[in-house]
């Protein structure tokens, strides 16, 4: 076990789990790319891009402290736990100290969202406004509330829902306030979020059976072994599906996604070969860079 002072900078970090941040980047690189494949580029601005940025990983940053709470609290990091060690079940972290963690990332997080306020037409304002108190409320039940999403079989619904059509849709709208009169732009939200949530369906095709035991009601949970590996496979394949939609006038461009393809299927077959245990660790960081080659791809694909 490693060894961390309490409260300490290295447990911050570790609470934070900076593998999972890509989830933060990916939509607002693509939503950002989006914006200027939409239109034309003549809206870009890297102030908006920037706080966009730290925006999403702020709350990303807040839904793993959130989840780390909330998941300790119910009792479910128990010593069968096979994912990374969480920060307060191994005592780095205090729940008092967390509590305050929250507060203060949800807090720089508004902080943020105020900073775009005056960047964006006035008509946006109400809008993004109430785009960010979702952001919040979302991170909040996703694991916690009297119907947490992630423990009734919604979180894959949620993932795609929020980091793929909010996070990217509206990274987009921020820059290119016409945006959602393209059909294209919802559809790239979505593939967006199924890329992202291939990460999610390896954490919950991991712990299937710790999750059984803890009640905890995961999609895998409810059909099978099977079905999280056909969803691990599909989160990837069907986005680069969606993206042919999006390119539909030029399919020529999805073809910088072919490495994003070959990545995913080599996951996929270690995932299909390692089957269960702490082994399945390794596709965390694995997925993390294949969603980011996602992103790479398309960000590429909308820049020609």
């Known amino acids: 076990m490693e060894t961390v002072e309490v409260n300490s900078a290295k447990a911050w970090v570790l609470a ?37 940025f730290l925006f999403a990983s702020l709350m990303q940053i807040a839904a793993n402290f959130i989840n780390d709470l909330f998941d300790f609290l119910k009792g479910s990091d128990g010593k069968d736990r096979l994912g990374p060690e969480r920060a307060l079940a191994q005592g780095w ?14 807090g720089l997080a508004a902080l943020c969202g105020i900073m775009m306020l005056p960047l964006i037409e006035e008509s946006q304002v109400l ?34 829902g929020f980091f793929g059509v909010v996070a990217t849709c509206f990274t987009c709208y921020c820059q290119t306030p016409g945006c959602f009169s393209e059909s294209g732009c919802i559809v790239a939200g979505v593939a967006t979020g199924m890329a992202i949530n291939a990460l999610l369906v390896v954490n919950n095709y991991r712990d299937r059976e710790t999750d059984a035991a803890d009640g905890k009601r995961t999609l895998i ?25 999006v390119f539909r006038d030029n399919l020529a461009l999805t073809f910088f996604y072919i490495p994003y393809i070959i990545l995913h299927l080599m996951s996929y077959t270690k995932l299909m070969r390692i089957k269960r245990g702490k082994a399945l660790n390794q596709l965390i960081g694995e997925s993390s860079r294949n969603m980011m080659v996602f992103a790479i791809a398309s960000v590429v694909a909308m820049m020609m």
Request: aromatic share 16%.
């Open 221 to 245: 949970v409810k059909f099978g072994e099977r079905f999280g590996e056909m969803l691990y496979l599909w989160c990837g394949l069907g986005a680069v599906v969606l993206m042919c939609y």
């Open 16 to 52: 934070a789990r900076p593998k999972t941040l890509a989830a933060a980047v990916v939509p607002v690189l693509v939503g950002s790319a989006l914006s200027v494949y939409l239109g034309d580029g003549a809206t870009f601005d890297w102030r908006k891009f920037t706080i966009c």
């Open 127 to 160: 809008t993004m406004i109430g785009v960010g108190i979702f952001c919040i409320f979302f991170a909040y039940f996703y694991t916690s509330g009297p119907f947490p999403l992630s423990y009734n079989g919604l979180g894959d619904v949620a993932v795609v």
């Open 93 to 106: 972290i205090t729940k008092k100290a967390m509590y305050m963690g929250i507060t203060i990332v949800v």
